[in-house]
């Protein structure tokens, strides 16, 4: 759960600073990668486990509204061609998507998505509480997730927590919940899943 970790062609992924930090990219730069989706409204419960324990490492929820976003608060996902605004990662098109599942999934975590069809109004003011809630601090992820969820019509019932299995296990009681996992073997080495990633970006915006 820590801050945004790799850049384009770094070899290693370094750590971007303390979490909280502001990041803020301009009005210009999003409206240009904005991505809105033809289906349904939604929102995703992203879950990361350790492969060995099943304990919750990392929370994450996607938003499908009148654009779609990701809030990945105190998240170590972020590329140069991914805006940012503090923890809210725009222009989150299922390609994005899964350049995120395929970045921290690895041998030592894998991951649990919890889909939930919403209405256009619930997933908009998703969409304004994630981009109204600021930078999150280290260890905080689950909390401010859950935090903003509880917030929702028909979400009322989700605890707030401080851990992501919790927040897990109260998303799947919720009705019609779609539940996915997602495995990769890959090394444990997240600065190695970063340049796969850069590779792939780079590959795509080259056809």
């Known amino acids: 759960m820590q801050r945004r970790a790799f850049l384009a062609g770094a070899a290693v992924a370094g750590l971007a600073g303390c979490s909280g930090t502001p990041v803020w990219a301009p009005d210009d730069v999003i409206a240009s990668k904005?991505?809105?989706?033809?289906?349904p409204?939604?929102?995703?419960?992203y879950t990361m486990r350790n492969t060995g324990s099943g304990?919750?490492?990392?929370?994450?929820l996607l938003v499908d509204a009148s654009q779609r976003v990701m809030f990945d608060p105190a998240g170590s996902?972020?590329?140069p061609t991914i805006p940012e605004r503090n923890d809210v990662l725009f222009g989150?098109?299922?390609?994005?998507?899964?350049?995120?599942?395929?970045?921290?999934?690895?041998?030592?975590f894998y991951i649990i998505s919890q889909k939930v069809l919403v209405a256009p109004e619930v997933a908009e003011r998703a969409l304004q509480l994630v981009m109204t809630n600021g930078?999150?601090?280290?260890?905080?992820c689950t909390r401010a997730t859950s935090a903003i969820i509880r917030q929702l019509p028909g979400f009322e019932g989700i605890s707030q927590t401080w851990?992501?299995?919790?927040l897990s296990a109260d998303f799947a009681g919720l009705a019609g919940v779609v539940t996915r996992e997602y495995r990769e073997?890959?090394?444990?080495?997240?600065s190695l899943a970063a340049q796969q990633v850069d590779m792939q970006i780079r590959a795509a915006q080259s056809q």
């Open 135 to 140: 930078a999150v601090g280290q260890a905080n």
């Open 41 to 45: 409204a939604s929102l995703t419960l």
């Open 77 to 79: 996902f972020g590329h």
């Open 34 to 39: 904005t991505f809105r989706s033809s289906g």
């Open 55 to 60: 304990n919750g490492a990392h929370t994450a």
């Open 163 to 166: 851990f992501p299995n919790n």
């Open 185 to 190: 073997n890959d090394s444990d080495d997240k």
């Open 92 to 108: 989150f098109s299922p390609q994005v998507e899964q350049y995120y599942a395929s970045y921290h999934a690895r041998s030592s």
